[in-house]
């Protein structure tokens, strides 16, 4: 499989230490169900080609049967290649009354892009749109705009809760920090991870293939994170071939605190 692959992913094969990529030697002691997990550390400001401490969620909503999407997605993917980035590839469903049922939409993650449409204050909901680190929106994925937003959003973070996964990669757990106001969650984004290809018979897109980077499978709520050291079980989130990525999400406006990914199986 080719793709773009994240500096933020996990190999359990190939562990690493740097922020949030998994510590090797003492996690297995660590973790336990209640127990403490490593604390968090200062966030820096990226510096020019330099990989970054904690990673920047980019999250693309497309759809099959929006005719700007193919561009768009190849810029995404651009984007995506780039140091310390969490790119996800949501579908959304709302266009298929044009006649393309889009092949990997699901209402859940329309309803993702509806609570940005109401955490960050827009009128309604587009495609392309890219969410980055729940904290702002890019419509119409323009390169130049895109980045810059990504190098803004990750000279943002301060004091993340750290994240690491477990040796048997069935548990993750979240390390202690300033918990926002409203509280936060912690959630298993399920995906393919590299690129899909896709030929479209009919609507806008009609004659055309439509390439789709670390498309979403599906969104699970793992449980509250409150500030506390918290170890969360994985296992429903598992999926053949799948990797997955977690994060830790404020309940309220939406902002993204930290995110990891553990590679397949």
């Known amino acids: 499989m080719s793709g773009v692959r994240s500096p933020a992913v996990i190999n359990l094969s190939a562990m690493r230490t740097k922020g949030w990529i998994i510590p090797a030697a003492a996690l297995a002691a660590a973790l336990v169900a209640a127990g403490s997990v490593a604390q968090p550390t200062e966030a820096r400001a ?12 980019v999250e693309l909503f497309t759809a099959q049967g929006c005719a700007g999407c193919p561009e768009a997605s190849a810029r995404f993917e651009t984007v995506a290649a780039g140091p310390g980035v969490i790119a996800l590839t949501y579908t959304v ?7 393309w049922t889009d092949t990997f939409a699901r209402p859940e993650f329309a309803q993702r892009q509806r609570d ?25 994925v323009q390169t130049p705009d895109l980045q810059s937003a990504i190098d803004e959003e990750a000279a943002r973070r301060i004091f993340p809760p750290e994240i690491e996964f477990r040796i048997d990669g069935d548990h993750v757990g979240v390390g202690s920090g300033r918990p926002p106001s409203g509280g936060a969650e912690v959630v298993a984004v399920t995906y393919t991870p590299g690129p899909q290809e896709v030929e479209i ?3 806008d897109n009609r004659g055309r293939t439509m390439r789709h980077l670390n498309v979403v499978r599906s969104v699970r709520t793992l449980g509250d994170w409150s500030g506390q050291s918290t170890l969360y079980d994985l296992a429903e989130a598992h999926e053949p071939g799948q990797a997955i990525a977690v994060l830790v999400q404020a309940k309220d406006d939406r902002r993204i605190l930290n995110g990891a990914v553990l590679e397949p199986r």
């Open 46 to 57: 990226p510096r020019s080609g330099a990989v970054r401490p904690e990673p920047v969620v």
């Open 201 to 203: 018979a009919a609507g």
């Open 93 to 99: 469903d709302y266009w298929d009354y044009l006649g």
């Open 116 to 140: 940005y449409r109401r955490s960050l204050r827009l009128r309604n909901v587009s495609t392309p749109q890219v969410v980055i680190d729940g904290r702002r929106q890019v419509a119409g």
